[in-house]
C-alpha cells in the first residue's frame, strides 16, 4: 500500500497541490464534542448550516458510515510579501489573501476529483471529495494525517508552508497505511491572540465566530453590530492578522499557483470606485472570484464602513452617493459613514431631511443609534 501513496503524492504534487497525507477517518476524536460546545454557545452566529449540519459533521462516519481513509490535501496560497502593512493606507480596501485570485473551491475541486480518479481506478473503491463547503471537520482530519496542527487561531498551519493553505479531502472505502499526526508547536507564543483587532478568541484554539472579522465580513447579511464597524478598519472582505503574524510565516513561500496570484483588482483597490460599484460591475470586477458569492449589497456595506474608519474627507462625496442607495443596509452603512466623517452639523444638513423618507426600519435604526449621535456631537463640540 505504501506505493499507492507514494504514487497519490506524487500525482497530488503534479497537479499543484503543496502537501498530500493520510489519515483514518473512522477512528473517534474529541472534534464532534468540541463542535457540539462551539454551536451550544452560540459561537457560529448566523451560519444556522452549522447547527443543522451538526450530527453530521462530527465525525467523518457521521457522514459517510463507508469512510475508512482520509487524503488530506494542501495548497499553499502565500502571498509575495507580508500583506498586512498594506492595511497602513485607509483609502484602500484589504481585501484577505486567500479571496485575491480565483475562488479555491474551483481551483482544488476539480482537481481534487482527478486524482480520486486514479486512487478508484486503482483501488476499486468508493470515493469522495471535500473542499470547505461539506459537512466535514476538515482542520481535524488535517491535524491527524500529518499536514500541520490547529494553532491557537484555530487555523492549520505547518512547519514547511507556515499559515496560507487552503485544504480539501478525499474520504475513500479504502484502507490505507495513515501518516503520523502532527503535534502542537505553538508553545508560549500569542501573536495571533493578542493580533486580533475585534478579541474573537474567549481562549487559546477557540473561535467565536460571531466577533470574527471574517464571519461579518463575508457570513453576516445585515448591519453589524455598532461595536465591530471601527475595528474593521479597511477590511472589506475576510481578515488575514491572526494568520499574518505568525512567527511560523517564516517558513512559508509564495504560492505556486497562478490562478491563486493576486489580480490588480484585489490589491488595495480604492474605496472610492468600490462605494461606487453596482451590480453588474460588482459581478464583472469579481468574475470566479469568491468574492462574489456575497453579492454587491454585502460588499458595499464593508466598503462603506471602512469609508467610515477612512479619515479621508474626499471619500464624503461617495458615502452621500449611497445615502439614496436601493439596498437599505448600504443606506445603512452610508449614514454611519457619514456619521464617522463629517460634523454633526454636516451630517444633520446631509442625512437628517432624509429620514422623514425613509421607510425601512433597520435604516432609521440607524439614526436612532444614541451612541453614535452622541459621539458625533461630542466630536465636533471637540474639534
Ligand atoms: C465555519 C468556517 C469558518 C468560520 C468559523 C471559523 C472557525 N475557526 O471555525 C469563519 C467564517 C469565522 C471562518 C473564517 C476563516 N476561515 Co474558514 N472555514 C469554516 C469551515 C466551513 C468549518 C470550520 C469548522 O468546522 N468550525 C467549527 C469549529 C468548532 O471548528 P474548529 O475551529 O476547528 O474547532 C476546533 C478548536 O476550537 C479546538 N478546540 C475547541 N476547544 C478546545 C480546547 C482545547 C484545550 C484545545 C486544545 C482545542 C480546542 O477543537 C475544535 C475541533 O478541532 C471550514 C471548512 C471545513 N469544512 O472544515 C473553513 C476553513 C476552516 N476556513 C478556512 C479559512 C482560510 C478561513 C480564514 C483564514 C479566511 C479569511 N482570511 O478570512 C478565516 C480564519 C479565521 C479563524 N481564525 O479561524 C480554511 C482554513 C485552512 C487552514 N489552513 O486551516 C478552511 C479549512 C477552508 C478550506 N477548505 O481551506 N471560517
Ligand atoms: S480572522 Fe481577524 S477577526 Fe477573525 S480571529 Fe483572526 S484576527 Fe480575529
Ligand atoms: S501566532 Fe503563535 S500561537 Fe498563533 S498559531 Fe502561530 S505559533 Fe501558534
Known amino acids: 500500500m505504501s506505493d499507492l501513496r507514494d504514487i497519490l503524492r506524487q500525482k497530488a504534487a503534479e497537479l499543484g497541490f503543496d502537501a498530500c497525507r493520510f489519515a483514518s477517518a473512522a477512528e473517534p476524536w474529541t472534534a464532534g464534542e468540541r463542535l457540539a460546545h462551539f454551536v451550544e454557545a452560540g459561537r457560529h452566529g448566523e451560519m444556522g448550516w452549522m447547527e443543522t449540519t451538526l450530527e453530521r459533521r462530527s465525525h467523518p462516519t457521521a457522514m459517510w458510515d463507508g469512510a475508512k481513509t482520509a487524503i488530506v490535501l494542501g495548497m499553499n496560497y502565500g502571498p509575495e510579501a507580508d500583506p498586512l502593512p498594506e492595511m497602513a493606507d485607509r483609502s484602500a480596501g484589504y481585501i484577505s489573501v486567500y479571496a485575491r485570485g480565483d475562488d479555491y473551491h474551483e481551483v482544488i475541486k476539480g482537481r481534487l476529483k482527478t486524482l480520486a480518479g486514479q486512487l478508484a481506478s486503482r483501488l476499486n473503491a468508493e470515493v469522495k471529495v471535500f473542499v470547505d463547503t461539506a459537512p466535514l471537520m476538515e482542520k481535524p482530519l488535517a491535524q491527524r494525517a500529518g499536514l500541520g496542527w490547529q494553532g491557537k487561531h484555530t487555523n492549520v ?29 505553538c508553545g508560549s507564543c500569542t501573536a495571533c491572540l493578542d493580533a486580533c483587532p475585534t478579541n474573537a478568541f474567549p481562549a487559546p484554539f477557540q473561535l467565536d465566530a460571531r466577533r470574527c472579522l471574517s ?50 483588482a484585489s490589491v488595495s483597490p480604492r474605496l472610492a470606485d468600490l462605494a461606487a460599484l453596482d451590480d453588474p460591475s460588482f459581478r464583472a470586477l469579481f468574475s470566479k472570484s469568491p468574492i462574489k458569492r456575497i453579492g454587491r449589497d454585502r460588499f458595499v456595506r464593508n466598503v462603506l464602513y471602512a469609508v467610515g474608519n477612512s479619515g479621508d474627507l474626499a471619500l464624503v462625496e461617495s458615502a452621500e452617493r449611497r445615502l439614496d442607495d436601493a439596498s437599505p443596509v448600504v443606506r445603512g452603512a452610508a449614514v454611519w459613514a457619514l456619521s464617522r466623517l463629517v460634523s454633526a452639523e454636516a451630517f444633520a444638513e446631509k442625512c437628517d431631511a432624509r429620514l422623514s423618507g425613509e421607510e425601512d426600519e433597520s435604516v432609521r435604526a440607524e439614526w436612532s443609534l444614541l451612541p453614535l449621535r452622541e459621539k458625533v456631537a461630542e466630536r465636533s463640540e471637540v474639534g
Open 215 to 264: 464571519y461579518l465580513t463575508i457570513e453576516y447579511a445585515g448591519p453589524w453590530p455598532v461595536e465591530f464597524r471601527p475595528l474593521t478598519g479597511s477590511r472589506i472582505y475576510g481578515c488575514d492578522d491572526c494568520l499574518g503574524v505568525c512567527p511560523w510565516n517564516k517558513f512559508a513561500a509564495a504560492s505556486r499557483e497562478s490562478r491563486l496570484t493576486a489580480r490588480a
Open 157 to 185: 498551519l505547518s512547519r514547511d508552508h507556515g499559515n496560507w493553505l487552503f485544504l480539501g479531502v478525499i474520504l475513500t472505502a479504502a484502507e490505507i497505511e495513515p501518516d503520523p499526526a502532527e503535534k502542537e508547536h
